[in-house]
């Protein structure tokens, strides 16, 4: 069985990493975060992702952390490039980290006298960089000749912060972009001891890969944006509900259920940048990707949508309202591009004073907002201090609000995603869901 390396021990890396150790691979992860690389080393998970843990104590023996990359080419035959690609001012992803790890990479493939060495890139790129930019880079560091001393394949993940594990092992589709058979055979034999469904084995060339990756992201941006649209088309309407329409939509092959909700904008670390990348990609070869930006347009439309319904239901005299849900999403503590954070700072703007609220955020709200908001300690504590509550996330804690969390004698929930059960209130509440018109309290 073949050893591996991780370059990356952040969110994803930490997690791939886990997954190739606790099937079997002997793996070395790299990190220039030397808490990152403790952390690994004592069977600690350096970041919060839910089941994380579980797999390094699944994986004890097989993975080790180190902060030398000559050591992952020295004792490992594949490396897997997981790094920052922050984006760009034109919407393109940097490639600065990537060829920053390379280069030690490469200086250390030179270095070491070896047959072969394979490197995955599974970080997020543009078009064109792997070709242009990556293998040109690794042949003039190490002097060494593609597909002859070292392969490359792009391979890029497809998951879900809060739900990495199970995506990874579950994955509906292995894309590997190969420079050449015999690198993709080398990886696609990985992905069978590690994948525990059987997914769909996607093998292209580099270039191909690297649209497909963007591409599918900018199109599921398209899908919940549409979706967005038609919910704020079903509030004007009486006895309209999104849940019903998005429901029957769904259940067309042609279109399936995922991503089809109706709610606030989409967020976090991939959708918006890769949307942006689409367009921006598009251009650069041009071509108008009209679908991508307005997508990137309905999606900022829906916070200032969301920012007039909170305003025009402040009830009189009110001077705090609070934001229940600060991550993008459930599950997990990453607060960027996150449309409750964008909500927050509009409000803000506004003049408002706001309690915010998270299950596993709160540290990193605190980060971001410093002493502009208050700060709650528990679901309970918001109902206590605004009598309007905007609830942002679906996360399992949320679920379980009902009347006996309602302090004030006049209290307004405005639920976004449409997670509660309005019967379970009583009529001091006006209820207010996203994507319907019927709204409790004020029939």
């Not at 792009?154 to 050449?180: C, K």
């Not at 900018?218 to 549409?226: L, N, Q």
């Not at 700072?345 to 980060?367: Q, T």
Request: with cysteine; hydrophobic share 40%.
């Amino acid at each position: 069985m073949d050893k591996l390396s991780v370059i990356g021990l952040g969110k994803l890396g930490a997690c791939s990493a886990a997954c190739f150790a606790s099937k079997g691979f002997e793996v070395i992860g790299v990190d220039i975060n030397k808490q990152f690389v403790d952390a690994i080393n004592n069977d600690c998970a350096p970041v919060y992702e839910p089941r994380l843990q579980e797999l390094i104590n699944l994986s004890k023996g097989k993975l080790s952390a180190t902060q030398d990359y000559e050591r992952a080419i020295r004792e490992t035959e594949i490396t897997f490039l997981i790094v920052p690609t922050p984006s760009r001012h034109d919407g393109h992803f940097s490639d600065k980290f990537l060829k920053d790890v390379l280069k030690h990479l490469s200086d250390a493939l030179k270095k070491i006298n070896k047959k072969y060495h394979l490197f995955v890139i599974t970080s997020t790129v543009s078009p064109g960089t792997t070709e242009e930019n990556l293998i040109p880079l690794i042949e003039h560091h190490s002097e060494k000749k593609l597909n002859k001393d070292f392969g490359v394949c792009y391979n890029p993940e497809f998951i879900a912060l809060g739900n990495v594990i199970t995506d990874s092992l579950n994955p509906d589709m292995v894309l590997i972009g190969e420079s050449n058979k015999f690198a993709g055979n080398k990886l696609e034999e990985i992905y069978k001891v590690v994948c525990e469904n059987d997914p769909y084995i996607a093998r292209m060339s580099i270039i191909s890969a690297e649209i497909t990756k963007i591409s599918l992201n900018s199109y599921i941006t398209m899908k919940v944006s549409f979706a967005n649209t038609l919910a704020n088309i079903c509030e004007a309407i009486s006895n309209a509900n999104i849940d019903d329409i998005t429901k029957a939509l769904g259940a067309d092959k042609r279109i399936s259920p995922y991503y089809l909700k109706g709610g606030l904008s989409y967020g976090g670390p991939c959708f918006p940048r890769d949307n942006r990348a689409f367009a921006a990609f598009a251009q650069r070869y041009g071509v108008d990707a009209k679908l991508a930006k307005t997508t990137d347009e309905v999606n900022k439309f829906q916070i200032n949508h969301l920012v007039d319904l909170v305003l025009k239901n402040i009830p009189n005299n009110e001077s705090v309202i609070s934001v229940l849900g600060l991550a993008y999403k459930p599950n997990t503590p990453v607060i960027e591009e996150s449309p409750a954070i964008k909500l927050t700072e509009e409000l803000l703007r506004k003049g408002l004073k706001i309690i915010v609220y998270d299950p596993l955020a709160m540290d990193n709200v605190r980060s971001h907002f410093g002493d502009t908001v208050l700060y709650a300690s528990s679901v309970k504590d918001c109902f206590n201090n605004a009598s309007l509550c905007i609830i942002t996330t679906q996360a399992d804690e949320f679920k379980d609000i009902d009347e006996s969390c309602v302090i004030n004698n006049s209290t307004t929930i405005i639920d976004c995603w449409r997670i509660l059960h309005p019967e379970k209130f009583n009529d001091k509440v006006k209820y207010i869901a996203l994507g319907k018109a019927i709204r409790l309290g004020e029939q």
